[in-house]
Structures are given as C-alpha cells and as structure tokens.
C-alpha cells in the first residue's frame, strides 16, 4: 500500500532543545510545522537530573524543562511525532521530501536538529555487558544499581552529572577518567562532597570480567604505570558524542568531524535546509546555544520560505 503524502511547511528533524525551539518559532510564525523524533523527545537533555546554568531557572531536571518547551511549541500549533523513523530523505529539491515508516512528507524547509549519540565503550568485551553492568542512561538504568558499587568513566559536564545522580543511589561510585575533568569546577565541587564518591583520574579501563554479568574491571594507571581490578556491578560510559548524520551525510556538507557545515546562521549548502544544535559546525554546545540555534533556523526557514512566494 502505497504511503499517504502530507504537506508541512516545515519538517524538524529531531525533538531536543534546538528542536523543539525550532518548532516554537516555526509555529508562532504561523507555519504548519511538524517534529519528527525516532527515539525519546528531549535528546541527550533529557537525562539530565539538574540543570542549574539557563537563564531564569534556579534549577530544573532535564525532562521537565523539555516537556515545557514541547508543550509551548505545541500550543502554536507544532505537532511532534516521536519514534516514527526516518527511512529516507531528499533535500536538495523544492519541495523537500521526507520520508517515515508511515508516511511522506513534503515541506517546504527543513531543519536538521538530530544532535548526537554517546560514544560507545571501546574494549572488545563491552557489547557482552551492555544492559549487563555497561550502561549508557544513568536515568534509565541507574535505579537498578542501589547500593552497588558503579563506575562512571568520562570526564566532562555529562559524566560528572552522571556521577551526581548515581552518587545519591550506590553505595560506592569511582569517576574514572583518563585525563584531567573537563567538567565545569561547580559541579565538580559538588560531586566532591559526596563520601562515596572516589575520584580515578589518569586512569583508563582496560578489561572488564564477569559470567552472565559485570562483577569487575581491570584499571590503568597512566601516572604510575600500574594496573589494578576492582569490583563493580556497573559502569555508566559518558565518554564523549558523534553526530548523527548518517541519514542526510551523502546530501549536505559536513566539517571534518562530521558535523553539518553551518555557520552562525544555521544555513547548510543546501537552499532551504538549516542546521541547529549540537549537530552543526560550533565550538560551544550548552542548552542556551541550542535554544538560540533553534531560534535562528526557524527565522531563517521563515525567511526562505516567503522568498518563495
């Protein structure tokens, strides 16, 4: 059976921040707009148990200072269909032509707000313990491990809010980091104070062991040229993020890291296609540029979209 074509005037590709802000925009401009999300609205942010650096909130958990955005974007009309997969995309034409599980959708411009995925753990054996003892969602999996002992490897802003979060429910939680942190000196001050917490840094894991499930993992200490096992039940890897591209990579360009090349005005090689997030071309990822990303590709779609009249 042949799949039903709809007409937005803008397709958002992914729900997080930029996203969302986006679509906010779009729809209080007045655009028929649609976001498509194949996994959890909200993206990495989501995950996130507190978040104390946007402007005019104190503090807020990830999930809902989402859930306020979506519900804003929606009240303007912008519709958001979350796990409805992408199978395939045309952008260089007019109109664009996006295509889901369900249906196709053809839109005048469209903004690529896909953001990015955690790096996966690198040692051979890791895969065997995934959803076993290696985790990749604190927020997710994080409950099952009260008072266990866990391991968060990384060392920037997500690993130490990772660590944050599990140091209230495990009995003992290692930081493991193979340099120094990169994690902003508040929260890692905070994360500090915690009894449990210890604090492995210049230190990487090699191996890790168990039967059905992880029990230990073997650590390298870059200083001192030593290696040591410790028990664990979990590891939560937060070891940095790769764009996620793959869907549209062969259709617009992308810098040498394989983010999309788009400068400050969110505009790709591509007429009518525009880039927000954590997925373009930037050297500062934080919530605020994402939301201010978002504000500009709506504009800018907005822009595009009346030139063709």
Avoid at 27 to 55: K, M, T
Avoid at 166 to 191: F, P
Avoid at 233 to 251: H, K, M, R, S, Y
Wanted: aromatic share 6%; proline share 2%.
């Amino acid at each position: 059976m042949a799949k039903e074509h709809r007409k937005r005037d803008v397709v958002v590709i992914g729900a997080g921040m930029a996203g969302l802000t986006a679509a906010l925009y779009a729809g209080r401009s007045g655009l028929s707009v649609l976001v498509l999300e194949s996994e959890l609205v909200g993206g990495q942010i989501a995950n996130a148990a507190g978040i104390e650096n946007y402007p005019g909130i104190l503090r807020v958990g990830g999930g809902e200072l989402i859930s306020a955005v979506q519900t804003q974007a929606e009240s303007f009309g912008a519709v958001v269909d979350e796990f409805d997969s992408i199978v395939r995309v045309e952008l260089s034409g007019q109109p664009k032509m996006v295509e889901t599980e369900s249906a196709v959708y053809e839109a005048g411009a469209v903004i690529l707000a896909t953001g990015m995925k955690r790096r996966k753990l690198s040692l051979s054996e890791a895969g065997r313990y995934e959803g076993r003892g290696v985790h990749y969602c604190e927020l997710c999996d994080g409950q099952a491990y009260a008072g266990k002992t866990v391991a968060v490897i990384g060392g920037g802003n997500a690993a130490v809010d990772a660590a944050e979060y599990l140091s209230k429910l495990a009995s003992k939680l290692y930081l493991i980091q193979r340099s120094e942190l990169r994690a902003d000196a508040a929260s890692v001050k905070r994360l500090r104070e915690h009894a449990n917490v210890e604090f492995l840094l210049h230190t990487e894991p090699r191996a890790l062991a168990g039967d059905t499930k992880l029990t230990a993992a073997t650590l390298f200490d870059r200083k001192a040229e030593t290696t040591r096992e410790i028990p664990l039940d979990a590891v939560f890897v937060n070891i940095g993020v790769e764009p996620n591209t793959a869907l549209f990579a062969d259709q617009v360009k992308l810098d040498k890291s394989g983010n999309i090349a788009a400068g400050e005005d969110c505009r790709t090689n591509l007429d009518g296609v525009f880039a927000a997030g954590d997925v373009r071309t930037k050297e500062v990822r934080q919530l605020t540029t994402a939301a201010a990303d978002g504000t500009v590709a709506a504009l800018g779609a907005v822009k595009y979209l009346r030139s063709l009249q």
